[in-house]
């Protein structure tokens, strides 16, 4: 108890004196005698006076007539140097300088933070006058007159013996943390090269990190490392800003992006690390609960990088300190969690995590005045920070860096071994299907040259059943041309040219379906023009009577005689557009115009063209009726082969076949093609009477027909049936008994003459059909 009693006072004792020494040391505020010419950097927070202008519009000479210790003036800092403010007001510092020595001392006056907006420095000169240096991340660097240093540090040069007094304006839009010092010239340039040094081990290392994850990214094309990649180069650009190279080197001249600078970086790096740890979790197939929570905080962050871009830096910096509180405790559950689910990278990305919160406790700690100095300094954001905490950081990421490429690595010779085992069973499946598909091809391709071999045999069945009723045809017609009579021969030369030209036309289908569609060949020779019109006009007028339509067959201008040109082929040409034309048109008219230009030389261009007014032909349907059996409407018969054909004659000669058709308004077919003269130009006209008169002249006989006796109703079926099978030489027959078995029917067996003439076998079987005189008139009529 006695000593309990002893040692109390003896502790008492020992404070006071050590409160006196204190008291002693720090002499009076706002004065500081220099009594070492080689000191140490100084605190200046013990030293030196403060004043808030709230305003901050006070001027210097306002400013200066503040007098000291008053509410309304200047008060000691009393160790509030490293407290964090946020405010807009203007800070002024007041300090004496005294060099006690016997040198000349020269100084520098530092604050320890880059990142204040504007500072000015005014120091007293012989005769009351004022020196002033304007500062700050606002002012361009060509404006700065204090060197090429990366925070500002204003030179104050004192004799032995003299004094000077300061004052020193700070004004900032971040969280200000007034922390003078005041360093020798040799000191200084010392400790900026020592931080040099660190900081550029610090953003060089992010730099080379960058590099590293970029190759990583080509290599491997990761989402993951994409992110990685820029969230390191925003890293590097963040040091740079809040340790003032970046207003070196890469800003020199900027005012307002200086000064946002660092809050933009700062905020954006906070973002993509989110970003990046979600994308790792998807290359890694880990589900991370509450995403919706970290896509909020990712989108708040980037819009506080947007609100400080925009120039409100101080309300981004204030709300800045809470979201990274919410960074800090959520990346700190996201690396639990990949912990817990056994996740490579876990423990490294907590790692991270927990440097993290620590560099954002130690944010916070700067309004803790009981903390003691040297932890406080390592807070990487302030400029007196050890560039060593900064490292630390970086190996970490280097780290994870390091163990994110190995487990990309061991990703991708798992997949590349499960690719492997896929290729195998894939070759095998591949091969089996291969020699499945083999023998089902050789299957086919047997069946195929089978049923080919049916064609080629069906096509010869087929093309001789065809010829042989048309050259029977054709041989009958030859032996009536020797007994003609004058009235016969016009109709019998018809019969024959019709045979011939079917007899070509079969030949060329079998040729068609052999060949498989190969081009029609042309063998240019001399033509007569005028006889192909002829031949053309006598086709129009047995296929214009059989729908009682009319023709009419002009030339519009003179045309040449001769021509060089492939006559079958033209002829080919013409006729299946007049037969389409006859097919599609009843009681109307079919028109037949050819218009010839004289190029000189004896080169000619002709323009035909076929018009009828049948049913037209729609617009949708204009775009595919020249494909190979392709129909309007196939109750009209056909193959749907006519048109085609025509149009690939046309084309190998040079051509190429128009329609202009409207649905119920008729069609017109028209094509020029280029061909070579060999006579005179002629005028020529159709020299056949028109269907018209044809019409006439049958309806005529028709009315004297129906006034004599008809055939007997069983002889009539049989022509009926004759008429119906095609069986020219059997009705030719049948005419010459009944001539003689039955005179008194003379004109209805005239009629049949004419009617087969001309190949109406139509008109024949409905004539024979009719059970009565009127009924016939009726049939003959229509």
Same mark, same amino acid.
């Given at each position: 108890?006695?000593?309990?009693?002893?040692?109390?006072p003896?502790?008492?004792?020992?404070?006071?004196?050590?409160?006196?020494?204190?008291?002693?040391?720090a002499?009076?505020?706002?004065?500081?005698?220099?009594?070492?010419?080689?000191?140490?950097?100084?605190?200046l927070?013990?030293?030196?006076?403060?004043?808030?202008?709230?305003s901050?519009?006070?001027?210097?000479?306002?400013?200066?007539?503040?007098?000291?210790?008053?509410?309304?003036?200047?008060?000691?800092?009393?160790?509030?140097?490293?407290?964090?403010?946020?405010?807009?007001?203007?800070?002024?510092l007041?300090?004496?300088?005294?060099?006690?020595?016997?040198?000349?001392?020269?100084?520098?006056?530092?604050?320890?933070?880059?990142?204040?907006?504007?500072?000015?420095?005014?120091?007293s000169?012989?005769?009351?006058?004022?020196?002033?240096?304007?500062?700050?991340?606002?002012?361009?660097?060509?404006?700065?007159p204090?060197?090429?240093?990366?925070?500002?540090?204003f030179?104050?040069?004192?004799?032995?013996?003299?004094?000077?007094t300061?004052?020193?304006?700070?004004?900032?839009?971040k969280a200000?943390?007034?922390?003078?010092?005041?360093?020798s010239?040799?000191?200084?340039?010392?400790?900026?090269?020592?931080?040099?040094?660190?900081?550029?081990?610090?953003?060089?290392?992010?730099?080379?990190?960058?590099?590293?994850?970029?190759?990583?990214t080509?290599?491997?094309?990761?989402?993951?490392?994409?992110?990685?990649?820029?969230?390191?180069?925003?890293? *590097?650009?963040?040091?740079?800003?809040?340790?003032?190279?970046?207003?070196?080197?890469?800003?020199?001249?900027?005012?307002?992006?200086?000064?946002?600078?660092?809050?933009?970086?700062?905020?954006?790096?906070?973002?993509m690390?989110?970003?990046?740890?979600?994308?790792? *979790?998807?290359?890694?197939?880990?589900?991370?609960?509450?995403?919706?929570?970290?896509?909020?905080?990712?989108?708040?962050?980037?819009?506080?990088?947007?609100?400080?871009?925009?120039?409100?830096?101080?309300?981004?910096?204030?709300?800045?300190?809470?979201?990274?509180?919410?960074?800090?405790?959520?990346?700190?559950?996201?690396?639990?969690?990949?912990?817990?689910?056994?996740?490579?990278?876990?423990r490294?990305?907590?790692?991270?995590?927990?440097?993290?919160t620590?560099?954002?406790?130690?944010?916070?700690?700067?309004?803790?005045?009981?903390?003691?100095?040297?932890?406080?300094?390592?807070?990487?954001?302030?400029?007196?920070?050890?560039?060593?905490?900064?490292?630390?950081?970086?190996?970490?990421?280097?780290?994870?860096?390091?163990?994110?490429?190995v487990?990309?690595?061991?990703?991708?010779?798992?997949?590349?071994?499960?690719?492997?085992?896929?290729?195998?069973?894939?070759?095998?499946?591949?091969?089996?299907?291969?020699?499945?598909?083999?023998?089902?091809?050789?299957?086919?391709?047997?069946?195929?040259?089978?049923?080919?071999?049916?064609?080629t045999e069906?096509?010869?069945?087929?093309?001789?059943?065809l010829?042989?009723?048309?050259?029977?045809?054709?041989?009958?017609?030859?032996?009536?041309?020797?007994?003609?009579?004058?009235?016969?021969?016009?109709?019998i030369?018809?019969?024959?040219?019709s045979?011939?030209?079917?007899?070509?036309?079969?030949?060329?289908?079998?040729?068609?379906?052999?060949?498989?569609?190969?081009?029609?060949?042309?063998?240019?020779?001399?033509?007569?023009?005028?006889?192909?019109?002829?031949?053309?006009?006598?086709?129009?007028?047995?296929?214009?009577?059989?729908?009682?339509?009319?023709?009419?067959?002009?030339?519009?201008?003179?045309?040449?005689?001769?021509?060089?040109?492939?006559?079958?082929?033209?002829?080919?040409?013409?006729?299946?557009?007049?037969?389409?034309?006859?097919?599609?048109?009843?009681?109307?008219?079919?028109?037949?115009?050819?218009?010839?230009?004289?190029?000189?030389?004896?080169?000619w261009?002709?323009?035909?063209?076929?018009?009828?007014?049948?049913?037209?032909?729609?617009?949708?349907?204009?775009?595919?009726?020249?494909?190979?059996?392709?129909?309007?409407?196939?109750?009209?018969?056909?193959?749907?082969?006519?048109?085609?054909?025509a149009?690939?004659?046309? @084309?190998?000669?040079?051509?190429?076949?128009?329609?202009?058709?409207?649905?119920?308004?008729?069609?017109?077919?028209?094509?020029?093609?280029?061909t070579?003269?060999?006579?005179?130009?002629?005028?020529?006209?159709?020299?056949?009477?028109? *269907?018209?008169n044809?019409?006439?002249?049958?309806?005529?006989?028709?009315?004297?027909?129906?006034?004599?006796?008809?055939?007997?109703?069983?002889e009539?079926?049989?022509?009926?049936?004759?008429?119906?099978?095609?069986?020219?030489? @059997?009705?030719?027959?049948?005419?010459?008994?009944?001539?003689?078995?039955?005179?008194?029917?003379?004109?209805?067996?005239?009629?049949?003459?004419?009617?087969l003439?001309?190949?109406?076998?139509?008109?024949?079987e409905?004539?024979?059909?009719?059970?009565?005189?009127?009924?016939?008139?009726?049939?003959?009529?229509?």
């Open positions: 108890m006695m000593r309990l009693l002893l040692t109390r003896l502790l008492c004792l020992l404070l006071c004196l050590w409160a006196i020494a204190q008291a002693s040391a002499g009076p505020q706002g004065v500081l005698h220099i009594t070492d010419p080689n000191f140490k950097p100084i605190a927070e013990y030293n030196a006076l403060v004043y808030e202008d709230a901050a519009e006070m001027g210097f000479d306002d400013i200066r007539q503040l007098p000291v210790g008053a509410s309304k003036g200047f008060v000691p800092m009393q160790g509030n140097a490293s407290r964090a403010r946020y405010s807009r007001s203007a800070w002024w007041k300090l004496t300088l005294v060099n006690n020595t016997s040198e000349t001392l020269p100084l520098r006056f530092a604050s320890d933070t880059s990142s204040i907006t504007y500072l000015d420095f005014f120091q000169m012989t005769g009351n006058s004022w020196s002033h240096t304007h500062s700050g991340e606002a002012v361009p660097l060509s404006e700065q204090l060197g090429v240093f990366r925070r500002e540090a030179p104050v040069v004192l004799m032995p013996g003299q004094q000077t300061i004052f020193v304006r700070i004004q900032s839009d200000l943390m007034l922390a003078p010092r005041l360093y010239e040799k000191s200084f340039t010392a400790h900026e090269a020592s931080l040099s040094l660190w900081n550029g081990l610090l953003i060089g290392g992010l730099l080379a990190l960058t590099v590293g994850a970029l190759h990583v080509v290599f491997s094309r990761s989402r993951a490392f994409a992110w990685l990649t820029a969230l390191s180069l925003v890293i *590097a650009l963040y040091e740079m800003s809040g340790r003032g190279y970046s207003k070196l080197f890469l800003w020199p001249e900027s005012t307002d992006w200086a000064v946002r600078a660092t809050p933009v970086f700062g905020y954006a790096s906070l973002a690390f989110l970003i990046f740890v979600m994308s790792g *979790a998807r290359l890694l197939q880990i589900k991370l609960s509450g995403k919706a929570w970290l896509v909020a905080l990712v989108t708040l962050e980037l819009g506080l990088a947007a609100l400080a871009a925009t120039g409100q830096v101080h309300i981004s910096v204030r709300l800045g300190y809470f979201v990274m509180v919410a960074h800090a405790i959520i990346t700190i559950v996201i690396a639990v969690v990949l912990i817990k689910r056994s996740a490579p990278a876990g490294i990305m907590l790692m991270i995590t927990l440097f993290f620590l560099q954002t406790a130690l944010r916070f700690s700067g309004d803790a005045s009981f903390l003691p100095e040297w932890v406080t300094v390592l807070n990487m954001r302030d400029s007196t920070s050890n560039p060593v905490t900064g490292l630390l950081g970086l190996y970490i990421n280097l780290a994870f860096l390091a163990a994110w490429i487990i990309v690595a061991k990703q991708r010779r798992r997949a590349e071994r499960a690719l492997l085992e896929h290729q195998t069973q894939a070759k095998n499946r591949l091969q089996t299907e291969v020699e499945r598909q083999t023998e089902a091809l050789n299957s086919a391709l047997q069946y195929a040259n089978e049923k080919n071999q049916q064609k069906t096509l010869s069945y087929i093309g001789h059943d010829r042989a009723p048309l050259a029977t045809i054709a041989g009958y017609a030859q032996l009536l041309d020797i007994d003609k009579k004058p009235s016969q021969a016009q109709y030369r018809a019969i024959e040219r045979a011939q030209y079917q007899l070509t036309l079969i030949d060329e289908l079998l040729d068609y379906a052999k060949n498989e569609l190969h081009p029609l060949n042309l063998n240019p020779e001399p033509t007569s023009l005028t006889c192909l019109l002829e031949d053309v006009t006598n086709y129009m007028a047995a296929l214009s009577a059989q729908h009682n339509n009319t023709f009419a067959c002009t030339a519009t201008s003179p045309i040449p005689a001769q021509i060089v040109i492939d006559q079958r082929r033209l002829l080919q040409v013409l006729l299946n557009l007049v037969s389409n034309a006859a097919k599609f048109t009843q009681h109307g008219h079919i028109a037949l115009n050819l218009s010839a230009v004289d190029n000189g030389r004896k080169h261009t002709l323009t035909f063209s076929v018009s009828d007014s049948g049913i037209g032909i729609a617009s949708e349907q204009q775009t595919t009726i020249f494909s190979a059996f392709t129909q309007e409407r196939s109750s009209y018969g056909g193959l749907g082969l006519g048109l085609f054909i149009q690939r004659i046309v @084309e190998n000669m040079g051509g190429t076949i128009s329609l202009d058709s409207a649905l119920g308004l008729g069609s017109t077919f028209s094509f020029s093609i280029k070579l003269a060999t006579g005179d130009a002629v005028a020529w006209s159709q020299s056949m009477p028109s *269907a018209a044809v019409i006439t002249k049958n309806t005529a006989t028709t009315e004297h027909l129906m006034s004599t006796p008809l055939p007997p109703a069983y009539r079926m049989t022509l009926a049936k004759l008429a119906r099978d095609g069986q020219l030489t @059997e009705i030719e027959e049948w005419l010459m008994n009944m001539h003689a078995a039955l005179p008194d029917c003379a004109p209805f067996f005239h009629r049949i003459q004419d009617l003439a001309t190949l109406d076998l139509e008109k024949i409905s004539l024979a059909l009719a059970p009565t005189a009127h009924q016939a008139r009726s049939e003959d009529a229509v």
